[in-house]
């Protein structure tokens, strides 16, 4: 899977594992703060057939998706939406942008009140995204 991606197998599929940024914002403040919780952290994995997932985790945008995505071309993208501590639907949707996956799926959201950013939203702001972008 070449240099610096060290094979591992669960249950018969053949995987590596790398980390990635991530950061996260107060939503009160707007300013970037680390939380008791720990660090930030995302991860690209890549499976042995060469499809390639990038977990943003808990994150909210940052230029260094572009790298990210320069580098490990992820064919899945899956981020965050909920817009607490995590990007909104419209700042994942310059996520999407910016990683340029073949697929996206987003996640953390709607599962209490504070995460208040829906699929739908996420839908339509990626349409604004790609109206700009093609203009």
């Known amino acids: 899977m070449g240099a610096g991606w060290p094979c591992r197998h669960v249950g018969g599929v053949g995987y590596s594992l790398a980390g990635g940024g991530a950061a996260h914002e107060n939503p009160e403040t707007k300013k970037r703060e680390v939380h008791v919780g720990g660090e930030p952290v995302g991860f690209i994995i890549k499976l042995e057939n060469g499809f390639t997932i990038y977990h943003t985790g808990d ?29 909104d639907p419209k700042e994942a949707a310059l996520a999407t942008k910016l990683v340029n996956p073949k697929y996206a799926i987003p996640m953390h959201h709607g599962t209490f009140p504070p995460l208040k950013g829906t699929p739908e939203e996420y839908k339509e702001a990626l349409g604004e995204t790609r109206h700009r972008s093609s203009s």
């Open 59 to 87: 994150t909210n945008v940052f230029s260094d998706m572009k790298l990210i995505s320069d580098y490990y071309k992820p064919d899945l993208l899956l981020l965050p939406i909920g817009g607490h501590f995590t990007m």
